[in-house]
């Protein structure tokens, strides 16, 4: 990387993270659509996607990497001082790892949130373009962990939940499933959206309405979404258990559901 | 620069600029203790103020820089994925350049300034941090630019004016000088700092407020500072006038208290 990229200078640029299977890139197509809706809004010149298809499948197969992750990083290229002026076009940077990280007793346990001690703006432009501005996530991810959660969770300025620090929310009330909606702070996820049409597809309701804490409180069951962990059964917000404080059945059917359309999309 | 730095990956890091003038960085112990600070809080381990000015001397003589600007870029260092883990200590950057991003006539005629159409979040913690996470201000930037302004203005939640996007603010009223407080949402300048300090010594009172848009409207005249253009005259917002629309007597005057103090400091 140039130490004028513009990437590192001011976070001028967007990633992307997928989970690869099978030596695949899972729902590229999706994250290669955000990436470009992202660049569009900080007019970041986008490469074809065809080349960034091409170039996602050679990187896992030079690495040969059958399970783990993938980040695409698209910065606006070199250049110097605070107007958006790139001197040579974009920079793309391709990352692949082996390994998902997690550890298996997540899942059967459920994962454990905390609050973050300042809240997300959503009146913000930011909010809705995955950039490279990830201080406030990697901040929230750090006051979680010091309190031994696995994961922050943002109120927004209204003060109701909107997301987590790298993970999407959604809870079960009267049996129906909801999340917080677009404009409420959130990054709107790929896999929050495969969720949802999962869902929907086994006959489920679907709302996407604002949480209060007192609400999550109240739910039946909850859990988290993200590309690279998916469903992620949610048990404690700070101490306090989130339904009967285990992963719900729910949760564990869309778990299963999610597993068996990945399939269906990798054939 | 390494692909995993998570500068790039996170904006994981801070920077400091500085202006070059005889071959010295200007003001250097103030923006290194700035960056101290910001290492503190976003707990990345600080290299010894005694190796950062030598590198910053180096740097200068290595690339023979009599005038011109000096950015200084401190990253968590390599490490992937969201939580501040860095697997190899931090990196650190140092870039200069000859020349500064100004014209004379703008000093002249007066700096324009064009508001944000988003507002600055004063409740987050990075406001006080000059951290990698600089895109609000590029698009703060980009919009003024694109509006034949020179600068852009950033209101906070409050609806207050707090600074500009690489600026910090003053009017003058009733031979005052005001300039937003510390916790309305701003980066504390540390030519913010001098100048308050240049003005009080020269016998000017200086108080930290609220500014309102109608205030700034109301003033006898106004200014900006920051590092590398130090104060500028502003003499308009979104095109409405500023005092009498042109540089004021009070600017002028703590320009030349300004000049001298510098020379005084290099010295």
């Known amino acids: 990387m140039s130490a004028t990229d513009r990437g590192l200078l001011y976070g001028d640029g967007l990633f992307e993270t997928m989970r690869i299977e099978?030596?695949?890139?899972?729902?590229?197509?999706?994250?290669?659509?955000?990436?470009?809706?992202?660049?569009?809004?900080?007019?970041?010149?986008?490469?074809?996607?065809?080349?960034?298809?091409?170039?996602?499948?050679?990187?896992?197969?030079?690495?040969?990497?059958?399970?783990?992750?993938?980040?695409?990083?698209?910065?606006?290229?070199?250049?110097?001082?605070?107007d958006?002026?790139?001197?040579?076009?974009?920079?793309?940077?391709?990352?692949?790892?082996?390994?998902?990280?997690?550890?298996?007793?997540?899942?059967?346990?459920?994962?454990?949130?905390?609050?973050?001690?300042?809240r997300r703006d959503s009146s913000s432009p930011l909010c809705r373009v995955k950039s490279l501005n990830f201080l406030p996530n990697v901040l929230a991810r750090r006051e979680a962990k010091a309190a031994g959660g696995d994961e922050g969770l943002f109120l927004n300025g209204e003060g109701n939940l909107c997301e987590g620090a790298v993970s999407n929310l959604f809870l079960r009330e009267k049996g129906r499933l909801i999340t917080p909606p677009e404009d409420s702070g959130i990054l709107p996820g790929i896999t929050r959206r495969m969720v949802m049409d999962t869902?929907?597809?086994?006959?489920?309701?679907?709302?996407?309405?604002?949480?209060?804490?007192?609400?999550?409180?109240?739910?039946?069951?909850?859990?988290?979404?993200?590309?690279?962990?998916?469903?992620?059964?949610?048990?404690?917000?700070?101490?306090?258990?989130?339904?009967?404080?285990?992963?719900?059945?729910?949760?564990?059917?869309?778990?299963?559901?999610?597993r068996l359309r990945k399939g269906a999309a990798r054939r």
Do not use: C
């Open 84 to 118: 958006p002026v790139a001197e040579a076009g974009p920079t793309l940077v391709i990352n692949v790892r082996s390994g998902l990280p997690y550890r298996k007793e997540q899942y059967l346990n459920g994962f454990r949130v905390r609050l973050a001690s300042f």
């Open 199 to 258: 869902a929907r597809g086994a006959g489920h309701e679907v709302l996407e309405e604002e949480i209060t804490p007192a609400r999550l409180g109240q739910a039946e069951e909850a859990f988290l979404t993200n590309s690279l962990l998916e469903i992620m059964p949610l048990v404690a917000v700070d101490e306090r258990p989130v339904g009967r404080g285990v992963p719900g059945p729910l949760t564990g059917r869309l778990m299963e559901l999610y």
């Open 22 to 82: 099978a030596g695949r890139a899972l729902y590229l197509q999706e994250h290669l659509a955000r990436l470009a809706a992202g660049a569009q809004f900080l007019q970041i010149p986008s490469l074809p996607p065809g080349d960034l298809w091409q170039a996602v499948a050679l990187t896992i197969a030079a690495n040969d990497v059958a399970e783990g992750s993938l980040r695409l990083t698209l910065t606006r290229g070199e250049g110097t001082g605070p």
